[in-house]
């Protein structure tokens, strides 16, 4: 049977083609907003373009890394989302170029940030083999998206039905929908553990390190309950030893005493570097399932 693409990739696809639709009635019109309306030359256009895309471009270098650090991504994406769907109808009551220009860097400042944990995020919950389509889902919806904003607005205009003004401020009502399908497509799925399961993989297959385990929240939570005893009993374990030294050693750790020496003892335990020679070595239980090699070598 032919394997599906996630729920949640159409959704994102459905959000990529009513954003494109929304941003793409107002980018033509804005030389002829600035220009016809507000009166701005053509240093004004340059500056629109360039300022907004390097903007972007920025953004999403901090956004990439961000995406990898946090456990959870969908905050990101519907921020970058909401930051464009409320910026842009605001446009439509500006009254100097400078108000344009600012106003089009902030949206793209919410593209910058919703687009590289948006492709992460849609990489974590497609199974192998259906990446190009998941893909080529999402970025055909969005170029549909980017033809049939023009046209609409071209509609709008030449019919008489609106002005310049009235169509940058219609572009609130598929930004609505947008707001809406973000944060149904972040929900929806079950997250990265069920990613797991879809890809045929088990928990013994990726390398123990805290960042594989952060990207499942029930697996953080659950092999967080495992090396938790072992870097109390580290702690332990090293106190212990300081107490022995007294009053050689244990007078050496300052003012704060037994407390200062417990709080930098567990802040290395969770930093992973109470044994340097072992990295994750609080995190070997990772491959402890009943289908591992270990396992299985154990009981034969």
């Known amino acids: 049977m032919t394997a599906r693409l996630p729920r949640q990739v159409k959704l994102f696809g459905a959000v990529s083609l009513l954003n494109d639709f929304a941003s793409e009635m107002i980018y033509p019109l804005l030389p002829a907003f600035m220009t016809g309306v507000l009166g701005a030359g053509p240093q004004a256009l340059g500056a629109l373009d360039g300022a907004a895309e390097f903007a972007a471009a920025f953004v999403k270098l901090g956004a990439g890394r961000l995406a990898d650090r946090v456990p959870r991504r969908g905050p990101l994406i519907v921020i970058g989302y909401f930051i464009a769907v409320v910026v842009r109808p605001v446009i439509a009551v500006t009254g100097a170029a400078w108000q344009v220009i600012g106003l089009r860097v902030v949206d793209r400042l919410g593209k910058g940030l919703r687009t590289p944990p948006r492709d992460a995020l849609i990489a974590d919950i497609t199974p192998v083999g259906l990446s190009g389509r ?112 007294r009053p050689t050693g244990w007078d050496r750790r300052g003012r704060c005493g037994p407390a200062g020496s417990c709080t930098r003892h567990w802040r290395r335990a969770w930093r992973g570097r109470a044994r340097r020679r072992r990295r994750g070595a609080c995190f070997s239980g990772w491959g402890s399932s009943r289908d591992s090699p270990r396992a299985r070598n154990a009981r034969s």
Not at 197 to 225: F, I, K, M, Y
């Open 134 to 245: 998941a893909f080529g889902l999402q970025r055909g919806m969005d170029h549909a998206g980017a033809v049939l904003g023009p046209i609409l607005a071209w509609w709008l205009l030449a019919s008489g039905a609106a002005g310049l003004r009235a169509v940058i401020g219609a572009s609130i009502a598929p930004g609505v929908l947008v707001l809406v399908l973000a944060m149904w497509a972040v929900k929806d799925g079950g997250g990265r553990w069920r990613m797991v399961e879809e890809r045929g993989g088990n928990l013994h297959q990726p390398p123990p390190t805290s960042t594989n385990l952060a990207r499942s929240s029930s697996a953080c939570r659950w092999q967080w309950c495992r090396c938790c005893g072992r870097q109390c009993m580290w702690c332990a374990r090293r106190r212990a030893s300081w107490a022995a030294l």
